[in-house]
């Protein structure tokens, strides 16, 4: 296992689509060892998830674990999950404004509009199909890795420019208030 270089805003591999995965691909060592790879890279820089594209591998594989994380500590644990060719469909019109970092976008957070319930279809990192639904936050995060695959960066998404912020202005001035606005949402929606 390694840990991998990440790439930040500017380089082209993020805004590539990235191509699915097939079965067979997926069961061979390299790829299980670019999986490996992922977690261990996203565990090093403390992100709630990781897009292979992010390592500069275009393929359709996420990482997503939330434990104990100093970046984001009001999110609800995640276990560690791995997605593969996710397809994600929306459930409901619900949605709510979310703000967001990405490790590929040093030193900004901003506020983004995401759904609030998902259905999730994708393989794990075996290629068995996993089917669920995904609410909240957790529901963000999931939009915002599979926007990766897409080429899309959060800031792509942010309607309103004002709401950018470095991390130390968002912990100074915006972060409580966010904090208790999604608490009121993970009470209600449990993640
Ligand atoms: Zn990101």
New binding site residues.
Partial sequence: MAIRKIATIGHPVLRQVARPVGREELATAEMQTLIDDLVETMRDADGA?L?AI?IYQPLRIVAVEVRDNPRYPYKPKIPLTILVNPELTVVGEETFDNNEG???VPNLRGVVRRHTSLSVRAWDRHGALVETQVFGLKAATYQ??VD?LDGK??VDRVTDPTTFASWTEFERHHKAAFVQRVAALVARLGE
């Fill in positions: 998830g897009a992010q990405c490790l590929s915002h890795e990766h960066l959060f």
